[in-house]
């Protein structure tokens, strides 16, 4: 399976995806684990994580399926919702929690 079917089935498999670096339990950057924070206090509990660093090509896919240049990203039902300003932005103002209720 080449590197975006790989992708297309992680965020169409699952419903809550974060392509990050690190882990939830011990993410590699202060904007990773801003995402993983925003994502518990908003009650996620079946996060699927995926460490871009344990990966480069899928380091480097992501950023080419949804055409957006930084790490982390959010999906959210096979939806690009987008990094971690955006999840702030949206977390902030209400919108991210109604998405997750879905």
């Known amino acids: 399976m080449d590197t975006q079917e790989t992708i297309k089935q992680q ?3 699952h419903p809550v995806v974060l392509y990050m670096k690190g882990t939830p339990e011990f993410p590699q950057c202060g904007f990773s684990a801003n ?3 925003i994502l ?5 509990d079946n996060l699927f994580a995926v460490d871009v660093l344990a990966d ?3 380091r480097q896919g992501i950023k080419e399926y949804s055409n957006w240049p930084t790490i982390p990203q ?3 039902n096979g939806e690009f919702i987008g ?5 702030t932005e949206m977390f902030q103002g209400g919108e991210l929690q109604k998405l997750l209720q879905k």
């Open 40 to 44: 518990k206090v908003c009650g996620v």
């Open 74 to 76: 959010l999906y959210i």
């Open 83 to 87: 990094g971690s300003d955006i999840v």
């Open 56 to 58: 480069p090509e899928i």
């Open 35 to 37: 995402a993983v924070k």
């Open 11 to 13: 965020v169409s498999a």
